[in-house]
């Protein structure tokens, strides 16, 4: 059974930052193989998609998450990161990890996309 287990939520105030972290297993699971990101969700909306890096790197992120957050992958411990820095209140939600077959990414993905979900992690930013 695949598992991706999201960490690093919790509260801070606008400006701050926060790091999260999602790790997969069994070891087998392969991030660095994965169309792989983070996707978010708050109280009353849909969820959306955030920041995702491919099987070549490349990467894409939301227009609002653009130079504040980025999306990191260590292919050797197989954990997948999101460094968010200046948060601002609309950033509030819980946020997943998500991983999807191979391929390349063109434009932000759909959650339809991706298979394979952590339970999320609450991110509150506060004023």
């Known amino acids: 059974e695949v598992l991706l287990a999201e960490s690093g939520g919790g509260s801070v105030q606008a400006g701050r930052s926060l790091s999260l972290s999602c790790t997969a297993s069994?070891?087998?699971?392969?991030?660095?193989?994965?169309?792989v990101g983070w996707f978010r969700q708050a109280p009353g909306k849909e969820r959306e998609g955030v920041a995702f890096?491919?099987?070549?790197?490349?990467?894409v992120y939301h227009d609002s998450v653009k130079g504040r957050f980025t999306i990191s992958r260590d292919n050797v411990e197989n954990i997948l990161y999101l460094q968010m820095d200046s948060l601002k209140l609309e950033d509030t939600a819980i946020y997943y990890c998500?991983?999807?077959?191979?391929?390349?990414?063109?434009?932000?993905?759909?959650?339809?996309?991706?298979?394979?979900w952590g339970q999320g992690t609450q991110v509150t930013v506060s004023s």
């Open positions: 890096i491919d099987s070549v790197g490349r990467k």
């Open positions: 069994p070891s087998g699971f392969t991030l660095s193989d994965r169309r």
């Open positions: 998500a991983a999807a077959g191979g391929g390349q990414l063109a434009t932000m993905p759909r959650p339809s996309a991706f298979g394979f």
